[in-house]
């Protein structure tokens, strides 16, 4: 077997992105009634114009469905061995797996399906996860990731500790992963978890320690809060773009590159000062990275939607370095380097 033909075996990439929107959008100026904030602050300083929101008729699963169709339109769903469920938390139901309805709405009836949940940082793992599966299991060939989010809908805009997450938005995204795809290729990647922060942001009620009941009902205890924002942010301002630029750097490098080498980053929706320090710290310009300020944040979702619109807007050529970055709750931070477009045979060490 010649070098070309393992290579082709042993390269896994990405072969094609979807996304979905539900169609109702949320301005700023609409968002500036609900929270008191004025809307020019909302637009400059926390970088949002606007967001789509879903109604109560869709759900985190049917958005992930409408970004996976987006792709298996022109890809065979039988073909597609492994479904991935990596978006919100936030689903139809609190205890429930949506990976095997959207396995079955899809018609991909020779997948396996489960779940991944790492909150906002699980598109990189999900990548890393998806080249894990394909280089350990000889007998898979196309892992389809996919990714709803409905969390919109668990801001409590009365709760002053929460409302400024107001940038929540609803949507699908989804990226089929095969093997032997030699453009487009995942490289390394790096994940850092602090778990001091395991219990600062979360929903209250519906869990264990405090189930639902009329109480927590009437206490508005089912929507995210945040226990203390002024304690958390002293610990997590130091710490969360030092974070950033740490699993980015170590991603690329993992990747066999230089921080020099990157192209573009697909970061999650940030403030628009993070986002700054960010490119900062990366040594990057503003048009080197895709930033969601139509469309807010959608959980796990943003760094897939930046790569689609990379993609759609012409953004991407062959040999750039892209870097997916992402940061969730709880606190992990995570980034997965992809060279696009080109046969790419670096081996991340």
Same mark, same amino acid.
């Given at each position: 077997?010649?070098?070309?033909?393992?290579?082709?075996?042993?390269?896994?990439?990405?072969?094609?992105?979807?996304?979905?929107?539900?169609?109702?959008?949320?301005?700023?100026?609409?968002?500036?009634?609900?929270?008191?904030?004025?809307?020019?602050?909302?637009?400059? +300083?926390?970088?949002?114009?606007?967001?789509?929101?879903?109604?109560?008729?869709?759900? #985190?699963?049917?958005?992930?469905?409408?970004?996976?169709?987006?792709?298996?339109?022109?890809?065979?769903?039988?073909?597609?061995?492994?479904?991935?469920?990596?978006?919100?938390?936030? +689903?139809?139901?609190?205890?429930?797996?949506? #990976?095997?309805?959207?396995?079955?709405?899809?018609?991909? +009836?020779?997948?396996?399906?489960?779940?991944?949940?790492?909150?906002?940082?699980?598109?990189?793992?999900?990548?890393?996860?998806?080249?894990?599966?394909?280089?350990?299991?000889?007998?898979?060939?196309?892992?389809?990731?996919?990714?709803?989010?409905?969390?919109?809908?668990?801001?409590?805009?009365?709760?002053?500790?929460?409302?400024?997450?107001?940038?929540?938005?609803?949507?699908?995204?989804?990226?089929?992963?095969?093997?032997?795809?030699?453009?487009?290729?995942?490289?390394?990647?790096?994940? &850092?978890?602090?778990?001091?922060?395991?219990?600062?942001?979360?929903?209250?009620?519906?869990?264990?320690?405090?189930?639902?009941?009329?109480?927590?009902?009437?206490?508005?205890?089912?929507?995210?809060?945040?226990?203390?924002?002024?304690?958390?942010?002293?610990?997590?301002?130091?710490?969360?773009?030092?974070?950033?630029?740490?699993?980015?750097? +170590?991603?690329?490098?993992?990747?066999?590159?230089?921080?020099?080498?990157?192209?573009?980053?697909?970061?999650?929706?940030?403030?628009?000062?993070?986002?700054?320090?960010?490119?900062?710290?990366?040594?990057?310009?503003?048009?080197?990275?895709?930033?969601?300020?139509?469309?807010?944040?959608?959980?796990?979702?943003?760094?897939? &939607?930046?790569?689609?619109?990379?993609?759609?807007?012409?953004?991407?050529?062959?040999?750039?370095?892209?870097?997916?970055?992402?940061?969730?709750?709880?606190?992990?931070?995570?980034?997965?380097?992809?060279?696009?477009?080109?046969?790419?045979?670096?081996?991340?060490?």
């Amino acid at each position: 077997m010649n070098q070309q033909t393992v290579q082709r075996q042993t390269a896994i990439g990405i072969a094609a992105t979807g996304v979905f929107f539900p169609p109702q959008v949320e301005t700023a100026d609409a968002l500036a009634e609900k929270t008191g904030i004025p809307a020019d602050v909302i637009r400059d +300083k926390f970088g949002l114009v606007q967001k789509h929101v879903s109604d109560s008729t869709m759900h #985190a699963s049917d958005m992930a469905i409408a970004a996976g169709r987006a792709i298996l339109k022109e890809v065979d769903p039988l073909s597609i061995d492994v479904v991935i469920y990596f978006g919100s938390p936030h +689903k139809d139901y609190p205890v429930w797996s949506s #990976a095997p309805k959207i396995q079955h709405e899809l018609g991909a +009836k020779n997948a396996y399906a489960f779940e991944m949940m790492n909150v906002s940082s699980c598109f990189p793992m999900a990548l890393k996860v998806a080249k894990d599966m394909l280089t350990a299991d000889a007998s898979i060939e196309n892992i389809l990731l996919v990714g709803g989010c409905k969390e919109s809908h668990i801001i409590d805009y009365q709760n002053p500790r929460s409302r400024f997450m107001f940038n929540f938005a609803d949507g699908g995204a989804a990226a089929l992963v095969r093997r032997g795809n030699l453009t487009n290729q995942i490289l390394g990647s790096c994940f &850092i978890t602090d778990g001091s922060f395991h219990n600062d942001v979360k929903v209250p009620a519906g869990g264990s320690v405090l189930p639902a009941s009329e109480q927590t009902v009437r206490d508005r205890l089912h929507y995210i809060d945040v226990a203390d924002p002024a304690d958390m942010k002293v610990r997590l301002d130091p710490v969360s773009v030092p974070n950033f630029i740490r699993v980015v750097k +170590k991603a690329v490098a993992n990747s066999g590159h230089r921080v020099e080498d990157i192209d573009l980053l697909l970061p999650l929706h940030t403030k628009k000062s993070m986002f700054h320090e960010m490119l900062d710290g990366l040594g990057l310009k503003e048009e080197q990275a895709v930033y969601l300020d139509h469309h807010g944040h959608m959980s796990a979702l943003d760094p897939c &939607i930046g790569l689609h619109f990379a993609k759609q807007q012409g953004r991407l050529k062959g040999g750039d370095l892209v870097v997916t970055v992402s940061a969730g709750t709880g606190y992990t931070w995570a980034a997965t380097v992809i060279q696009w477009g080109r046969e790419s045979f670096v081996t991340p060490v």
